[in-house]
């Protein structure tokens, strides 16, 4: 059989380099079989077509053949909670359909325990449970893994596997920002010990994380940790007042590295709005943060961040 990969992100974003994991498996099982595996084309024949789409804004591509297997959260006419089959889930991705990355990926756990508004792990993966070993995830031809779990502090099997990585050789990223709420002293202790690619990432979508993200910022302090080496994601809803303060508190942290997502869900029709993307794009992500409030950025620019049309103009 000739099979075609058909990677939406990857022909949506052209400087895209995440390699998609869903692809990867499908791609190293085919292969099992006997088959030839490579980038669908849409002037090539194939005798089975494989389509992912992780995000709801990407767009659906319109020559893909009507019989394509799609799957991933951003079809949103397709079931939340779709998997891969087991037989294909259970492969080792390959990595060579994307040569540009140089790193390992997967997850030591899957689902989340929270039912946040704005997201939709639970209804995708449902409730938090053990899936992999960090040695079942590893390349051995790289020191880097990069894992994608949603809330792996939240699982005793997922702390465990964090543990029994100190003193490997291999460095790690947690790319989805960790629950400052779980960490303990203990876990602080185990965080510090890690080898990090980069940032030690949590997430801060809410004035109630404040003061646990300030607690964990001390504690791996007292575990050596500088706050430049701490990356925090901050989730900006329509209240932008809320992701206001939650800059305020935390940007004194010297070096600390804060970055702003603009809330998006199409599945709920929810869509980021000017005043939004002017927090997200220009005051953070620009760093005027840094030397401002956002009422100061505000005046200073001419015009109310509260209202959408006057940013727009």
Known sequence: MIIGLHDAEKE???????????????????????????????LMKYDRVYSSKVFDFTPVNPYLPDDAIRGGSGYRDLPMNQELPPEIDAMFPDYSIYPECDYAIGYLTRGCPNH?????????????????????????DT??????????????????????????????????????????????????QLKWIRFIRFSCDQKSQINPIRRTIELLGKHGVRPYRIFIYLLVTADIEDAADRVE????????????????????????????????QRYVYGGCYRKETWNEYCDRKGFDCKNESEVMA
């Open 143 to 192: 020191d880097k893994l990069v894992l994608m779990d949603n809330n792996i502090l939240s699982c005793e099997h997922g702390i465990r596997q964090l543990e029994s990585l100190i003193g490997s050789k291999y460095r790690i990223d947690l790319n989805q920002g960790m629950d400052a709420r779980l960490v303990n002293d203990h876990i602080a202790g185990i965080l510090a």
């Open 116 to 140: 946040c508004r704005w997201c939709i792990v639970p209804k995708k993966e449902g409730g938090i449970r053990p899936y992999r070993t960090w040695e079942q995830l590893a390349r051995p």
């Open 249 to 280: 508190a935390l940007k004194g942290y010297t070096g600390i590295n804060l970055y702003a997502q603009a809330e998006r869900n199409e599945r709920l029709g929810i869509m980021p709005n000017a005043a939004q993307l002017e927090f997200q």
């Open 12 to 42: 949506h974003f052209k400087s895209k380099t995440f390699p998609n994991y869903a692809l990867m498996k499908i791609s190293a099982w085919h292969k099992l079989q006997g088959d030839t595996v490579e980038w669908w084309n849409p």
